[in-house]
């Protein structure tokens, strides 16, 4: 299987693969699938705000370039995750994608 990616979680959204989205952010945020169907519900609700777009889109940069605390307020905003789950998906994040 190819290295997934957050566009990979965005387009399984716009496509309405629901099952494809979770999938994908299980192994992204290393959340569990009951996690990840809810932040990608959280996801699905927002992503219609122009608004919301442009911090979706900024997933990638602060990935790889931002702080744990600023990758952990996006992945909330993004994803709705409580402390739990941010820690979590901060520690996975920082695993896929190591801190320069």
């Given amino acids: 299987m190819a290295d997934l990616t957050f566009r990979d ?3 399984a959204v716009m496509q309405g ?4 989205a979770v999938t994908t952010l299980e192994v992204l945020l ?3 699938a009951p996690q990840a169907a809810g932040a990608t519900e959280h996801f699905r609700a927002r992503v219609a705000d122009p ?3 442009p911090k ?5 940069t602060v990935v790889t370039s ?6 952990g307020d996006l992945l909330v905003e993004c994803f709705g995750l409580d402390a739990t789950a ?3 998906a901060v520690a996975a994040v920082r ?3 190591p801190a320069a």
């Fill in 30 to 32: 290393g959340l569990s």
């Fill in 66 to 71: 931002g702080t744990d605390e600023q990758i």
């Fill in 51 to 53: 608004a919301f777009m």
């Fill in 86 to 88: 941010r820690a979590t």
């Fill in 56 to 60: 979706a889109m900024s997933l990638r």
């Fill in 17 to 20: 693969n629901v099952a494809s």
């Fill in 95 to 97: 695993t896929r994608y």
């Fill in 9 to 11: 979680f965005a387009f």
